[in-house]
């Protein structure tokens, strides 16, 4: 395991007594088995309105969304602020009330499920919280917040049911995330958003989940803090054999950490491929804008940017056909063709384990993206040039 500790961390105890023996991973699986498959998911909010408070509209927030997530990789989920990727997460673990779609684990139908059958899933599905301040009860200790789920999740088996038990296993996972079992007995504002976020890792760990989904889990922390929680993440998929979502803004966060990534905007998948493809050649207009965004380390290069132009519709009314026409270069380029307006495009693979939903991906070529950028005359700024 890389090296747990957090600046903010204070020292160890010094002879903490020795932790029961943390569950043996299993073996890892054979690659390419899938454990997650979310087939046309769709999720819409009603929007309410009028004296009556009556339907008035819908928000298309996650539209038919299909993708299948490998055990044991970290598939990163990438777009635009309120393009559905929280609300995916969300949906497919059945912290929302999914409009339409499947979703199996396991080949379980999770949709499906209820009861007994349900609640065994929610334990192998769990989620990890953008923010570390607001998703841990300030009223509660940390023994209590993580082992609230414990005792939900309790029975004759596994005796979490039994407070000694619970408290053992939850100082068994704050040693996990690399904090000191003693801590279970503090409160959430003892400790630093670093921390904080190593707890709410820990509630999830604890459960003993399979998959887990990380909605923006470094987002809220310092730079510094950002790459030890990432490596702590990468080391408990290691130890604990897990599968995640990763939802993230931040492309360079995404490409250090996933293994294949998914491109959403406006509620729909745009473009899914493995990290080292989808950076070295994107495929759909979107993903080039996007990718074009990311700084370069080194100040001596220039760099050109696309700018999308105008604002990102609203889900209430997406466009018709390419939702992404309003928006689009390429269509620009190509002269407007009524297709991108007219007919929605449907993902197609364009390469191994790579799928593009854009009707005329085969024109989005290094020349094209070059002389788009170059008629937009936007470079990106604090660079010197030679
Ligand atoms: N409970 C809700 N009721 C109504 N609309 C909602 C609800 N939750 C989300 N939305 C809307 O659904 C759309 C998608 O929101 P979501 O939070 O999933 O986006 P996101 O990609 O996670 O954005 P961000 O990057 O800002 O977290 C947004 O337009 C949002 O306003
Ligand atoms: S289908 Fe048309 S509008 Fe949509 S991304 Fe492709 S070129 Fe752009
Ligand atoms: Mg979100």
């Not at 007994?116 to 300030?138: A, H, T, W």
Request: with cysteine; glycine share 8%; aromatic share 6%.
């Amino acid at each position: 395991m890389s090296d747990l500790s957090d600046p903010t961390a204070q020292p160890a105890a010094p002879a903490a007594p020795a932790a029961p023996a943390l569950p043996v991973p299993a073996a890892p699986q054979a690659p390419g088995e899938i454990l997650l498959d979310a087939r046309n998911v769709k999720k819409y909010f009603p929007i309410m309105g009028g004296l009556l408070r009556h339907q008035i509209g819908k928000v298309y927030a996650v539209d038919d969304v299909s993708l299948q997530i490998y055990r044991g990789e970290k598939f990163g989920l990438v777009g635009e602020s309120g393009c559905g990727k929280t609300t995916f997460g969300r949906t497919i673990l059945r912290l929302e009330k999914a409009t339409d779609g499947t979703v199996s684990m396991d080949g379980q139908d999770v949709l499906a499920l209820q009861g007994n059958d349900l609640k065994k899933m929610r334990r192998r599905m769990q989620i990890i919280f953008q923010d570390p301040y607001g998703s841990l009860n300030p009223r509660m200790p940390i023994s209590d917040i993580i082992g609230e789920g414990l005792l939900a999740q309790g029975d004759k088996a596994n005796g979490w049911g039994k407070r000694s038990i619970r408290d053992s296993r939850v100082g068994d996972y704050l040693e996990a995330v690399g904090l000191r079992r003693d801590y279970s007995r503090r409160y959430p504002h003892e400790f630093s958003g670093g921390q904080r976020q190593r707890i709410g890792i820990a509630r999830a760990l604890a459960l003993d989940p399979e998959f887990i989904v990380c909605d923006e889990p470094v987002s809220a922390l310092d730079v510094s803090i950002q790459s030890q929680i990432l490596n702590l993440l990468s080391d408990l998929r290691a130890q604990f054999n897990l599968t995640y979502l990763f939802i993230a803004h931040n492309l360079s966060v995404v490409q250090y950490f996933c293994d294949r990534i998914g491109v959403m905007y406006l509620g729909k998948l745009v473009e899914i491929a493995p990290v080292d493809i989808l950076y070295a050649n994107p495929q759909h207009p979107y993903s080039v804008a996007l990718l074009s965004a990311i700084p370069v380390p080194d100040p001596r290069v220039r760099k050109r940017r696309l700018v999308l132009k105008g604002d990102v519709p609203s889900p209430a009314n997406p466009p018709t056909g390419c939702r992404f026409h309003t928006r689009c270069w390429l269509r620009d380029r190509l002269g407007n063709p009524a297709e991108c307006s007219t007919t929605e495009p449907l993902l197609k693979t364009v390469g191994a384990d790579h799928q593009v939903a854009c009707h005329f991906a085969d024109q989005v070529t290094a020349q094209a993206v070059q002389e788009s950028a170059a008629s937009q005359s936007v470079i990106d700024t604090a660079v010197a040039t030679d």
